[in-house]
């Protein structure tokens, strides 16, 4: 990939951290310049109380040897994303990829809660996170990402459509904000085909974020320590670099186009593509989770990493 995206200008929407970070890195791997945006920066703590910043996010691009660029956004503000917007085109002129990677709904889960007695103002929130902030943020860059023929936009979510359709996401305000943005990705796509532009969606499998290493008290160097606790975990986890790598092998193809309004993981473009998470593997947390966990049986990632 070295390379690959030189010239390529990105935006990472969502990158303070996760797979939103892993994203940006990704595509500072390939070359490209990435406007890194979040609401932490190194002089303002958001009310998601985390610790990692744009600045590292876009420092660490920089590092990878791409150019980053940390742009403080809330993306539930729609004047704060159309100066972005109008930044990108006055400083490069096109924006040829975004993703799409808003979420901040952690601490508003309620698992295995019914839609009766969930907190319904926090599931409300849930909704505004994850789903406003990508049509808002759609709503001002389609145009400049449109401009010209063979733009990318990802839309990253959790789960495959297949998954999904299949499975109860937790709960209800989780399950639907999750289904919709894998339906805004095609309908973007339906949207974007008169200009030859792309629309996808894109799910990591279970990744080793920053919240979830300290949730599970490991870090990404030993994470392989939570087994006795966290067995399947320690069997397929992948880190946030490998659904950057994703974005970054898609963008990268000259035939993109023909996924368009599509649903992947990163697991299975692995597969495809032939990049490689952080420790040379390629994790297929999806099928993993049905063929195994769900199936009960015992961790062993043999065939599936």
Same mark, same amino acid.
């Given at each position: ?18 797979? @939103? =970070? #892993?994203? &940006? !890195? /990704?595509?500072?791997?390939?070359? %490209? ?32 040897? @791409? =150019? #980053?660029? &940390? !742009? /403080?956004?809330?993306?539930?503000? %729609? ?227």
């Amino acid at each position: 990939m070295d390379s690959a995206l030189s010239g390529r200008v990105a935006l990472v929407a969502g990158a303070t951290r996760g797979a @939103g =970070r #892993g994203t &940006a !890195v /990704a595509l500072g791997e390939a070359g %490209a310049v990435v406007y890194c945006t979040g609401r932490t920066t190194s002089s303002h703590r958001s009310d998601y109380n985390r610790p990692e910043t744009i600045e590292e996010t876009a420092e660490l691009v920089s590092a990878a040897g @791409g =150019r #980053g660029i &940390a !742009v /403080a956004v809330d993306h539930r503000e %729609a004047a704060e994303v159309e100066a972005l917007v109008r930044r990108i085109d006055a400083e490069q002129g096109r924006l040829d990829i975004l993703v799409n990677d808003i979420w901040g709904g952690e601490d508003l889960i309620e698992w295995n809660t019914p839609l009766w007695a969930h907190d319904l103002n926090a599931g409300l929130e849930m909704l505004h996170r994850g789903l406003d902030t990508h049509l808002i943020t759609s709503h001002f860059a389609l145009p400049l990402v449109a401009r010209r023929p063979g733009g990318l936009v990802v839309e990253m979510t959790d789960g495959t459509r297949e998954y999904n359709a299949q499975h109860y996401r937790v709960s209800v305000f989780y399950d639907l904000v999750k289904s919709a943005v894998l339906r805004l990705a095609f309908s973007q796509a339906e949207e974007l085909k008169s200009s030859r532009c792309t629309a996808l969606a894109l799910t990591p499998g279970w990744m080793r974020s920053e919240m979830m290493l300290e949730h599970f008290g490991v870090s990404e160097a030993n994470w392989r320590d939570a087994a006795d606790t966290q067995p399947h975990f320690a069997a397929i986890s992948e880190s946030p670099l490998f659904a950057g790598r994703a974005v970054a092998a898609l963008a990268a193809d000259p035939n993109v186009h023909s996924r368009t309004g599509g649903s992947y993981s990163s697991g299975a473009l692995a597969r495809e593509y032939g990049f490689t998470d952080v420790d040379g593997s390629r994790p297929d947390c999806w099928r993993y989770l049905v063929e195994v966990q769900e199936a009960g049986l015992a961790p062993d990632a043999t065939g599936y990493r």
